[in-house]
């Protein structure tokens, strides 16, 4: 059975992104990004799309929007939250994927909470000012299986901590 997952990196005061971008630079966590996603489809927002800029190689794109036409080449057009999980459950079959990766933005982050089994989460350690948050991860709800304190590297703007949550 293929589980849905998020993958989010998160300041402390919940934001997650500040007029289309993220308010900080991390290596570390792109890294940590793309071994998370490899493989799998991501269902993600149009916003969210046009913010990377391109499909990400080895990955398919499954983009909830109400538009008719999607900006970029390659992406997968879903006008429904569940036709976005049909093609992507389609999509992990047929790459033997284990996990559908819900990526963003906050809309489509809050509108498949309910659903999602695991959280894969990177706790920024700073507070920037930004207009898009993460919903509230309730401990009653979640518990951590796994955590890991990653000290800010040369090209990273902030320490953060790389936190695994399953759904209680």
Do not use: C
Not at 14 to 22: A, F, L, S
Not at 30 to 52: C, D, F, N, Q, V
Request: no cysteine; charged share 25%; glycine share 8%.
């Amino acid at each position: 059975m293929t589980r849905l997952v998020a993958v989010v990196a998160m300041a402390a005061n919940r934001v997650i992104g500040r007029d289309g971008t993220m308010p900080w630079s991390l290596s570390t966590d792109l890294r940590r990004y793309r071994r998370l996603t490899m493989g799998k489809p991501m269902i993600m927002g149009r916003k969210t799309l046009e913010a990377i800029g391109r499909v990400l190689d080895g990955r398919d794109s499954v983009v909830l929007t109400r538009a008719a036409v999607l900006p970029l080449p390659g992406a997968v057009l879903a006008p429904s939250p569940e036709d976005a999980l049909a093609i992507a459950g389609k999509l992990a079959e047929g790459r033997g994927a284990e996990e559908i990766v819900i990526a963003g933005g906050a809309e489509i982050y809050a509108l498949f909470l309910p659903q999602i089994e695991r959280l894969y989460v990177t706790h920024v350690e700073a507070e920037p000012e930004g207009d898009a948050r993460f919903p509230v991860i309730d401990p009653q709800a979640w518990r951590i299986v796994a955590e890991e304190t990653v000290a800010a590297g040369e090209r990273d703007s902030a320490a953060s901590r790389f936190v695994t949550y399953d759904r209680r």
